[in-house]
C-alpha cells in the first residue's frame, strides 16, 4: 500500500492508502518522486471525468509531470544508477510497433500514458517507469524544472511541427501554460520574435516579460491586426493556435502570411468550424500536435543550458499533503498562475 493522490470519481480526490502493484522488471527503474507538476489535463479529469474518449471509470491517481531520484534499477538498466536525479516521460509505448518504428510513438494506438485512465498518475512517493523513458537531469537542473520538461515538451513538439526557419516570425494564441511553452520553444526554435495574443493581461503580462516575445491583448486590438501591423500586412510566418477556442481557430488564416504554417496545439472541447478556403487561399500548411515523441532529451538540453528558463512560470509550490488544496487552486484558474507544482515528503 502506498499513499497517493487519488481520482475517486468525478470532483472527489482524496489523499489515501491504494494498492499498487510493486513488480520492477529488469528493464525498470524505481524513483522516489520529488516534484509533480499540476497540468490542465489532471484538473479536467478532477472537474469533468473525462477528456474525449477517456473516461474516468475507476479511482485513478492523478499526475503526469515528474520528476524524483532514482532508488533502485533493474538488472538491465544500463544508464542509470541509484542516486541520480531525473524525470520521466509519462507516455510508455510498444516498442515494437508499427508507430513507434516509424518514430512517433506518440500516436501508437498502444501507448499508455500516466494519469490518462484507466492509468494511475505519479502523484504518489515511488512510481516504477521503464528506464528507456526516464531522463537524467543536469546538475544545472533543479527538480522543478525537471517537472517542467513533460509540458514544455509539447511547446518543443510544436515548435519541430511548425519546421521553423532562422529569423521567422512566430504568433501564440492563447496564453495558457502550454501557449507560453510553445513561444519559448519557438523562440528557442529560431524565431526572431514571437507575439502571444489572449485577453488575460496577467498571463500576457508573465509571458511579456519574455526577451523577444511581444504580447497582444485582443480585448484591445484583434490579433489580425495586430499582427498585420507588426509585419507590414504580411502575417506571421509560423502560427501556433493554442486556445483550443473556436473563434480563435476560425480566424486563424487572417494571421499567417502566404505559404505560412498553421500549429493545431490547443484541443477545443467539441469539433469547430474551420475556414478551409482561407487556407487554401494561402496554401497554409496545417500540422496537428499530440503530445510529443524523442523531445525530452532536447528539451533538458536546451533548460540545462540555460537556453530556456522556465522558473519565473512556476507560480506556487504546495506540499503533498495539501494536494488537494492545490488542485482547488488550480481549479480557480488564477490569472496569475501558471503551473502549480506538488513537492512531495522528503524519504
Ligand atoms: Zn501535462
Redesign the pocket.
Known sequence: MAEALVLERKGELALRDIALPDQLRPQDVRIAVHTV?V????VHFYTHGKIGPFVVQEPMILG??ASGIVVQTGSDVQHLKVGDRVCMEPGIPDPTSRASRLGIYNVDPAVTFWATPPVHGCLTPHVIHPAAFTFKLPDTMSFAEGAMV??FAIGMQSALRARIQPGDVGLVTGAGPIGMMTALAALAGGCAKVYVADLAQPKLDIIGAYDGIETINIRQQSAAEAIAEATDGWGADVVFECSGAAPAILGLPALARPGGAIVLVGMPVDPVPVDIVGLQAKELRVETVFRYANIYDRAIALIGAGKVDLKPLISATLPFADSVAAFDRAVEARETDVKIQIRMPEA
Request: with cysteine; net charge negative; glycine share 22%.
Open positions: 507538476g497540468c490542465g489535463s489532471d503526469h509531470e513533460e509540458p
